[in-house]
């Protein structure tokens, strides 16, 4: 039985600058999760949001929200991010169904699939974060007595600095097939550090292996600033994600791993919506509108 989390749960990491948007991505997995349609549970998510001070107040079910699901952020985008989590999660179980046994959590945030999803026994989950961010993770779900369905390694590390060395130094096979993932991430890195990941990832990886990740197309991010998912961010929560996300032109990572062999298929999240018929639609001045979730696979010889 999943209980309270305890309010002394130390919070650094998670309580500024991107460190706060993955307690606004638990605070919607949480609604998710409560909906009598849900698409994805994750019955840790609330926790994460309660053992935080800066969100103590948010809400964690979509009846909390007074204007309910015509609030643009915990409507609409909480809805954006409970279909997000349901795909990936089918991905990630595709993939080790598969061949990969390995699976690396880029900016792993809140992230709690080693905990919630069906692994295969033989499987290891590796977390990549910064140190605060784990810490607070880890601290709110051994308050909860949470126990990992498969071997969950953390790996604190800077994304933006050297991360490969404490990843394989944690246990990571490059000769093994992996999957891999950047949910919500990849907008938030200079694009550089984009590029670098990106061949990082073909470095570490070998055939049969799998990468999941989230772009945005825009040209002009600033040009979305008044959108109805920006603007009831910012006024509701004070989060700005358009001053946090890199505003430098963002790198052709699809093709850059098309160069290197790999194969790719590139959706909307409205594709999903579709499939699965619920989630966002579009709308007029969509900050959703550049949106893509990209899939790509390392084929066999």
């Not at 991010?81 to 699976?103: E, K, Y």
Request: hydrophobic content about 45%; proline content about 7%.
């Amino acid at each position: 039985m999943v209980g309270m989390a305890p309010q002394h749960t130390d919070v650094d990491g998670v309580e500024g600058g991107v460190g706060l948007t993955a307690l606004l991505v638990a605070a919607a997995r949480a609604i998710e999760t409560h909906r009598h349609d849900s698409l994805a549970q994750d019955v840790y998510a609330e926790h994460f949001v309660r053992a935080a001070p800066a969100c103590a107040d948010w809400p964690v079910r979509i009846q909390q929200v007074p204007d309910g699901d015509d609030n643009a952020l915990w409507g609409r985008f909480a809805r954006y991010f409970g279909l997000r989590t349901r795909v990936l999660d089918d991905f990630l179980l595709r993939s080790v169904h598969t061949s990969a046994r390995q699976v690396v959590l880029l900016g792993a945030g809140l992230d709690t699939r080693a905990f919630r999803l069906d692994w295969p026994s033989d499987c290891v989950v590796f977390e990549i974060d910064r140190a605060g961010v784990l810490a607070f993770k880890h601290q709110v779900l051994t308050d909860l007595s949470a126990t990992p369905q498969v071997k969950c390694v953390p790996v604190p590390a800077d994304l933006c600095a050297d991360w490969v060395t404490a990843l394989t130094a944690a246990g990571f096979d490059p000769a093994a097939p992996s999957v891999w993932l950047a949910e919500g991430l990849l907008f938030y890195l200079p694009s550089p550090a984009e590029t670098r990941l990106i061949d990082s990832v073909d470095r570490l990886t070998t055939a049969g292996s799998a990468l999941a990740f989230e772009a945005k197309l825009e040209k002009d991010l600033l040009a979305y600033r008044d959108s109805a998912i920006y603007t009831a961010t910012r006024a509701q929560i004070g989060i700005d994600l358009l001053h946090l996300f890199d505003k430098g032109p963002r790198p052709d990572s699809v093709g850059d791993l098309t160069a290197k062999g790999w194969s790719t298929r590139v959706h909307t999240p409205f594709d999903f919506t579709h499939q699965h018929g619920r989630g966002p639609l579009p709308e007029p001045n969509d900050a959703l509108e550049g949106n893509r979730w990209v899939f790509a696979h390392k084929p066999r010889p």
